[in-house]
């Protein structure tokens, strides 16, 4: 069964500084790796896809990067706001399976 | 820009009592989902629509029922609500199980009682 792990649970970080969050999956056999945002009360909004053929996925301060062999993706915020805050969350899509496994989130306050 | 659409945003059940948490999508989207969010579980698989017509149990199925009435529409119903049932809940959807980008809906907080 898949596994996805995320430490810390919880961290905080002075406004302007870079944001990098981890993720760790014991099987390596998956189509994509997505990384999610959910605020306070909301849903879950997806940040980034990374397809299992590609390393890394950019959107403006957002990073994400995918190593397959190792079971690791992290999720890179360059310079980071008080906006920021929230939880993220990464999942894994196994092969051969419908359900996606999520881990249970980094919850991220920046500091001003 | 609608997209996932979830009613009701909040719901406080007797147990025994039922309930049906419906949820739309416009964006034309095959597949459909209903997760779960408990503090110290993280989010899980209830039920999901590979599309119209087909539906298939998650992770946590038991209690719980769906229906895909057309493309749109994916509704989860409890027929007997009981207090472990009490949660969040998100309904989702992605253009196929393939594995495009997943939309959540702003979810539905239940309490059983």
């Known amino acids: 069964k898949q596994e996805v792990t995320q430490i810390p649970a919880a961290l905080s970080v002075p406004e302007g500084e870079n944001l990098v969050l981890n993720c760790s999956f014991t099987?390596?056999?998956?189509?994509?790796l997505q990384w999610f945002r959910q605020d306070p009360g909301k849903g879950l909004t997806s940040l980034l896809l990374?397809?299992?053929?590609?390393r890394e996925q950019t959107s403006g301060r957002l990073n994400a990067s995918l190593d397959k062999s190792s079971g690791r993706s992290t999720l890179y915020i360059a310079a980071s706001q008080p906006g920021d805050s929230a939880t993220y969350l990464c999942?894994?899509?196994?092969?051969?399976?419908?359900?996606?496994?999520f881990g249970k989130g980094n919850q991220v306050v920046v500091i001003p | 820009n609608a997209g996932v659409t979830q009613t009701p945003k909040f719901q406080v059940l007797k147990t025994g009592q039922s309930m049906t948490l419906q949820c739309a999508q416009d964006m034309n989207h095959n597949s459909m989902y209903w997760y779960r969010q408990d503090p110290g579980m993280g989010l899980r698989l209830i039920y999901y629509s590979a599309s119209e017509g087909t539906t298939d149990k998650g992770e946590v199925p038991n209690g719980y029922n769906v229906s895909r009435l057309n493309k749109r529409e994916f509704s989860l119903r409890l027929e007997s609500a009981a207090p472990s049932q009490t949660s969040v809940y998100f309904c989702?959807?992605?253009?196929?199980?393939?594995?495009?980008?997943?939309?959540f809906g702003s979810g539905t907080q239940l309490s059983v009682l």
């Open positions: 989702a959807s992605s253009e196929s199980l393939a594995g495009e980008k997943l939309f």
């Open positions: 990374i397809q299992s053929s590609q």
């Open positions: 999942a894994v899509r196994p092969y051969g399976n419908n359900r996606l496994a």
């Open positions: 099987d390596s056999a998956i189509y994509n």
